[in-house]
């Protein structure tokens, strides 16, 4: 049963941007809170940004501050990541994942439900 569905991501040149979309077919109640991740080869997973399904709060990662505009739409299910000013060190596998409070992005192994990724390729 796919709980998590990502969408959007490409390859794109340095300054570009990019709008990843994640369906999420999990409860808000049990699972609020909603994070984008991201891998590169060789690298830990880490989180990008986060948001709290019923209350819209947020938090980002500081590699990306200013840079990415997570959002929700709880009609449609869906938490997007909207990215801009690309850089070749974003390159990686995102992931999105759904899971309990508290909503925190260095929760990484808290999140229950993930997705199967999109990738996302930034060329210099």
Same mark, same amino acid.
């Given at each position: 049963?796919?709980?998590?569905?990502?969408?959007?991501? &490409?390859?794109?040149?340095?300054?570009?941007?990019?709008?990843?979309?994640?369906?999420?077919?999990?409860? $808000?109640?049990?699972?609020?809170?909603?994070? !984008?991740?991201?891998?590169?080869?060789?690298?830990?997973?880490?989180?990008?940004?986060?948001? =709290?399904?019923?209350?819209?709060?947020? &938090? =980002?990662? &500081?590699?990306?501050?200013?840079?990415? $505009?997570?959002?929700? &739409? @709880?009609?449609? @299910? $869906?938490?997007?990541?909207?990215? @801009?000013?690309?850089?070749?060190?974003?390159?990686?596998?995102?992931?999105?994942?759904?899971?309990?409070?508290?909503?925190?992005?260095?929760?990484?192994?808290? =999140? @229950? =439900? !993930?997705?199967?990724?999109?990738?996302?390729?930034?060329?210099?």
């Amino acid at each position: 049963q796919v709980r998590l569905v990502e969408s959007g991501g &490409d390859s794109v040149q340095a300054g570009g941007s990019l709008r990843l979309s994640c369906v999420v077919s999990v409860s $808000t109640s049990n699972e609020p809170c909603v994070a !984008w991740f991201r891998q590169a080869p060789g690298k830990e997973r880490e989180g990008v940004a986060g948001i =709290y399904r019923p209350g819209g709060g947020t &938090d =980002y990662a &500081d590699s990306v501050k200013g840079r990415f $505009t997570i959002s929700r &739409d @709880n009609a449609k @299910n $869906t938490v997007s990541l909207e990215m @801009n000013s690309l850089k070749p060190e974003d390159t990686a596998m995102y992931y999105c994942a759904a899971g309990p409070l508290p909503c925190m992005i260095s929760r990484v192994a808290a =999140y @229950n =439900y !993930w997705g199967q990724g999109t990738q996302v390729t930034v060329s210099s």
